[in-house]
């Protein structure tokens, strides 16, 4: 049986807590000031789009950030003061989120390391081949007649 949005908000509201090691009313303030609703969610009052849209929003983020930079880095981060205000505080609106998701991408979306095209392996003949090993097989490549055109004829 699914959840009601009721409960998936709580849910959410005790992970955030738990990976920021904060209360569920620290959390539920961190994600939007929804401190009231959540004590309306858990007398089983269903919650509001507007409110759970901004706290899955912020569950989701955190959620990225704790899978890219592990539980204990994506707390430092998130500690880090950005224009002199912890990046916690940027959780709260769908701005903050837009800027903070700005700031991560680096973090949640790390450029792949180019790989290269091959490696040698050991105990086998290297690839590609030493310059003169490809020098001896062009020589003894069959030559390659090239039809030509005749010439022109003159009158």
Do not use: C
């Amino acid at each position: 049986m699914p959840q009601d949005r009721a409960t998936r908000a709580i849910k959410a509201v005790n992970d955030i807590a738990g990976w920021l090691g904060v209360s569920e009313a620290e959390a539920a303030q961190l994600a939007g000031g929804y401190r009231r609703s959540l004590y309306n969610w858990k007398k089983g009052i269903q919650p509001y789009d507007g409110p759970t849209l901004d706290l899955f929003e912020t569950h989701a983020f955190v959620a990225s950030l704790i899978s890219a930079l592990g539980t204990t880095e994506a707390r430092e981060w998130l500690e880090t003061k950005a224009a002199g205000t912890p990046r916690t505080s940027m959780l709260k609106n769908a701005e903050g989120r837009r800027q903070l998701s700005k700031l991560a991408k680096p973090l949640l979306y790390p450029s792949p390391t180019p790989t290269p095209r091959w490696e040698p392996v050991e105990g086998l003949h290297p690839t590609p081949p030493p310059a003169a090993e490809t020098e001896e097989r062009e020589a003894e490549r069959a030559p390659v007649h090239l039809i030509t055109p005749p010439p022109p004829a003159q009158d």
